[in-house]
Structures are given as C-alpha cells and as structure tokens.
C-alpha cells in the first residue's frame, strides 16, 4: 500500500479455534510500516515495534474477535509531495513515496508445549 495518510486502520474479524491447551497465542502482523496498536474488542492489547507481534491469548474468545490494527507511518510519504528545489544531491526535486502500511501476512500462531501451528 503507498499512502501519505499518517495512519491507517484495519478492521479485522479473528476466528480463534478451542485455545485452552495452548500457551500463548501471537498475532503475528507480518510486515509493518512502521508501528502498530492493537485493540481487541475494544481494550488497548499491544503497541508494536519490530517486530510486529504480540501474545494476545489473554484477550481472546472462543470464535470471532473484533480486532483493529491502527497503523502509523513515518513521514517519508508526506514529505514525498513536496516539491524541493532541483539540486546534485536531489536533481528530481521531489522523493518517490515508499511502502507503507500493513502489508502482512498476517499469522495467528497457537503455541502448546513442543508445537506450534499458524492460522492465517
């Protein structure tokens, strides 16, 4: 995604399976661009820097769960539509916007004693 919002919200709908044997469960965003917060129905769950994942079992309910991920981007893109005086160092006079955002994959990773398995 290349945008030049400085943030950026998903709504997500989680299916979490019978999760009583496993010991932590991590939403794992995949690639982010460049922080994330984690809500879960509604409660604060995580404020992510690399890397991008967080043990979220203890907001989890046996089927759907209401999640949004808030994205914040630097301000690269912004700052790629101004345009800057043509010089050596920048003779276009203007830098191209970069990726940005969730770009995922997005995992859900259920941990029990001795395996692992992702959900995505």
Known sequence: MKSRKPMSTVHVSIAAEDFRNAER???DLGEVKDAAQLR???TDA???VHPFAAD???YLRVGRN???VIVTNSLTNYVSTIQWPKNPANPKGHFPPISSGLLGPV???YETRGSQSRKH
């Open 46 to 48: 995580a404020m992510l």
């Open 56 to 58: 979220v079992r203890s």
């Open 25 to 27: 469960i991590d939403l």
């Open 66 to 68: 209401e999640t949004v």
């Open 40 to 42: 879960i129905h509604g």
């Open 107 to 109: 995992d859900l990773i």
